[in-house]
């Protein structure tokens, strides 16, 4: 049974990126006691960077579960890491550096390969590998950031590409209608079989695409990228600023957790 999207609404930007480690670290925990290690996808785009700053603050960077946590990407800008377009760059910045965290948790998609094909099949080597899930058809993230594009994008999973329709490969290109068009990144397979997917939208800009993910007034709108994750055992969770809700009729959870 697919579970229904959980839907929080923070007034602010400043609520909305603490609820958001908040979030992020209660998964951690209960990943690290329950498994041992805990296995994250950081999304790409601008929308993360408040929650790196966040998780990253003196008061949340003594967490001890980092030392168990392993950082995968869920997709990247086929660029070199260095480039400001990188989604590595961004997490590098924000939070691998003011982190501390050692190289070897950190595995990033090569964005800098000369062959894209080849950077998504040594991807999935990679998380076939570290994800101890060898002999499975999927891997099981145990947290999943995803932003969300005006177009209902996702990760580089974009309307009417080749990549949407990727029903085996873990890893695969994708090709965006902006540059740096070509890009690397998860499939909804793997997407769907992640513990948790957290999806962050801030701002009056998302307000349209997240009315239309998640009170879709036409069927086409079922049929955008974004709207094809649902996890199949995790949980879906939304979360939102009241910018980005302002088009929602609701009702949904306000804050941490009262329902509006
Ligand atoms: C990317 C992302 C992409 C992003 C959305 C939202 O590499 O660009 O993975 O899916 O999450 O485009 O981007 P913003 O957060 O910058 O609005």
Redesign the pocket.
Known sequence: MLASPEVHVLSDIQQWSAEAATLTLDVQRQAVKERGRFLIAL?????PEQVYHRLASPSLAMTKEWSSTLFFF??E?CVPPANPES?YRVAEQALFRPLNIPQNRIHRMRGEHPEPHAAAREYEDVLRAVSQADRMPWPQLDLIM????NDG????LFPGTDALQERRRWVTVGHAPSNPST?LTLTLGVINQATVVLFLASGESKSDIVKKILEPQQESNRQLPAALVRPERGRLIWLLDRAAAAKLTGPYTEGHGTPT
């Open positions: 999304s790409g785009g601008k929308t869920s997709d800008r989604n995803l932003g969300i594009g994008h996702t990760a580089s890009r």
